[in-house]
């Protein structure tokens, strides 16, 4: 049993829950953030979450209650449509690595809030628990949210983090006039526009 306790306080689980914390707070404090800067933002703390999840050592529930859960309904939509707002028409993302995909010849609609804010409520219950301190809830905290990051919200983030992605570096239709003043070629086989 001592050993047991003991995983919760290593160097890797402190790290993920570092970076998870930070995470939390930076979805949280968002709603006024500019687009630009969520996106640049998003695309550092993304694969760091991912990356620290990997390296959690393997653990297994020691209890067998339910742990406690922290975000509500009610928060859970509020940060939703914050991220929404942000996203704008950059939410929505087609998606085919979803199980109804293999049951329609159409990719399925997905969107980068309800993506960020499912990852967001399996981290804030994780660190919620973790915060009361207790060696074997935090165990089994650590236990679940590992659980999860491997069937759930792991496959999320990556989904979320190739949207992210693609509105940084694709979808800047916004300045087409300014890609018109940067093209200085004036010939058929000019490429500035492809």
């Known amino acids: 049993m001592k050993k047991e306790s003991e995983l919760i306080f290593e160097r890797n689980v402190v790290e993920f829950v570092t970076v998870a914390a930070e995470f939390c707070k930076f979805l949280e404090q968002a709603e006024t953030t500019p687009r630009n800067a969520f996106v640049d933002t998003s695309l550092k703390i993304l694969p760091l979450l991912y990356l620290k999840a990997e390296m959690l050592p393997a653990c297994e529930r020691m209890g067998e209650d339910d742990l406690e859960t922290f975000v509500t309904e009610d928060a859970y939509e509020v940060l939703r449509m914050n991220i929404a707002g942000i996203m704008a028409e950059k939410d929505d993302y087609l998606d085919v690595f979803v199980s109804e995909m293999k049951y329609s010849d159409q990719p399925i609609r997905k969107f980068i809030s309800e993506e960020l ?41 990556v989904n979320a983090l190739r949207a992210l992605h693609d509105a940084k570096y694709n979808g800047n239709n916004d300045n087409e006039e300014d890609d018109d003043e940067d093209c200085h070629c004036h010939d058929e086989h000019c490429h500035c526009h492809d």
Do not use: P, S
């Open 117 to 157: 804010a499912d990852i967001y409520q399996d981290i804030r219950d994780f660190i919620f628990v973790f915060q009361l301190g207790l060696n074997e809830t935090m165990h089994d905290a650590l236990a679940v949210c590992q659980e999860n990051f491997k069937l759930y919200w792991g496959q999320k983030l």
